[in-house]
């Protein structure tokens, strides 16, 4: 889990920079940027994908849930 959540924040970093990059900036850097997101954003998504989803139920609410898991690999309600 921390891994995905690693990859998730360099795909937002490089995103981040893509966004604020300006014309006069350096071209050649601004390209491996760009790849090195779209590569990180393709292993994020596979990588998730590949991630079970959880079935169990929340001791907050008590309702049976279908989660994502935090990054210590407990679920998370999408509830609560």
Known sequence: MIAQYALEEAVGHLGAA???????????IMDHVKAAHAILTVVSRAQRAMTPAVTFRCPICAETAVADRDLDGSP???KC
């Open 76 to 78: 998370i309600c999408p």
């Open 18 to 28: 893509i966004m604020q990059s300006l014309p006069s900036d350096d071209q050649i």
